[in-house]
């Protein structure tokens, strides 16, 4: 049976027509199900009894369900989320004393190859639909009601997956998440994370989402990038800058470059200074990631001696700089480690 919610509000419309039914009755199911994310056509309760039998014999609601709940010692929760074929995924809810921010997940697996990054590991792969995008955004909204006593306030596209890769349902997800006949969301809070695929990024700049743009730098230096995000050789530095610079010539939103520092990788004074000097071409902040080892041994630990230097050098230069402590390290579920390790 077909998926309800894989119907935009005028196809519903028109299905209602046949049914010989009013369109404004189409508005109450969108409603159910975009902005109260009900799974239930049976409780539409301000459907005749009829109409919400008929509706059932015809459609049905794919849920994700929460497979795993993990809370970390800093209030972190992960959830292992079973999708309707039986895949999953991770959402995690990340809280601070001020903000609940939801890092949810835009693909099973990862297409991308970055070689310290647990989710590319991943055999299996497939896109996540937009009801499937929603459903983890409402899932920790009443998690951070439920556990903390307020709405959801941000959401990061920080999960498994390459959101550009995923282009089209992220982009409607977006806009369900964001419309006041979903979830009424506002985009500043939203951040989507890309490893950076240059085409993409023009063409999000033009949907005019006013969301905020993350992008995976990791190195400045060509040919360190393309080593340990080996993908990133047929997308050259000068593309991306030029993909960035029309990021923000469109939607004057600064740029966030996330960014480990490895030692032996990236930890001379040639890659600050090639970070500086990228850095410098487009209105942007470095946020310094701890990383979060995953058992590959060339991503030794981090380097605290080299993270400081970049500090001071980024600082110098007149680059924001920030240093992020990672989250929820203990049931893996930071940055980098989502891999369904609890499931295997
Ligand atoms: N594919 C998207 C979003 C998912 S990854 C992207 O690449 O941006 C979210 C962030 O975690 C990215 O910046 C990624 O580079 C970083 N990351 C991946 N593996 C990591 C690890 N083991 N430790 C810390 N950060 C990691």
Redesign the pocket.
Known sequence: MKDIRTLSLEELKAHFLTLGEKPFRAKQVYDWLWSKNLHSIEDMTNLSKELRQALAKEFIINPIEVDLLQKSSDGTIKNGVKLHDGLLVESVLIPTLTRTTACVSSQVG?S?N?E???TAKLKRMRNLEVAEIVDQVALIDRQSRLYHQRPLTNIV???M???MMNYKNVVEAIRKITAPQGLGMSPRRITV???GIPKMIKMLADEELRVKL?L?L?SAVEETRNDIMPFTQKFPLTDLMEALQYWYEKTGSVITF?Y?VWKGINDTDKDIKALIRYARQVPSKVNL????P?GEGKFDHRSIEAEQRYVSELTKAGVTVMVRRSRGGDIDA????LANKAAE
């Open positions: 990862c991308l970055c310290f990054c647990a596209f920080m999960g997956g390459e959101p994370s890309t490893s993350a995976s990791h996330e480990c990631i701890q990383y979060n995953i930071a940055c980098g480690q």
